[in-house]
């Protein structure tokens, strides 16, 4: 099978950036994270569950996050997770190497054209 050329896997930690700044708005469950991150991209970039979930898991266990019980706006049982100061610093410092990495990209897709 062909696969999609407008389809581009995310560079490795752009996943755990986009939860951790989504969470830095407010806490939300899964899918609202899905949902927002989708949305906030204008749909480019969504987001599989099937990678969410371990995602979040690997961020608690960093401590990056917490989670609480809580429950959905239909009513069911869910997890909340909210961004801790570890996350904080956390994705601070990652948004600063990602900023540095792109003006870097950026510089050289620039040097053909001049």
Do not use: C
């Amino acid at each position: 099978m062909a696969k999609n050329p407008e389809h581009r896997d995310l560079f490795p930690g752009a996943l755990e950036i986009m939860i951790l700044q989504s969470l830095r708005i407010k806490p939300m469950h899964g899918y609202a994270l899905v949902k927002h991150i989708k949305q906030a991209s204008n749909d480019l970039l969504p987001v599989e569950e099937g990678s969410l979930y371990p995602a979040l898991q690997r961020m608690l266990k960093e401590g990056w996050l917490e989670a609480k019980e809580g429950v959905s706006a239909k009513g069911r049982p869910t997890r909340i997770y909210r961004l801790t100061d570890s996350g904080v610093r956390h994705l601070e410092s990652e948004v600063t190497s990602f900023e540095k990495m792109f003006a870097g990209i950026a510089r050289v897709l620039a040097f053909g054209k001049a």
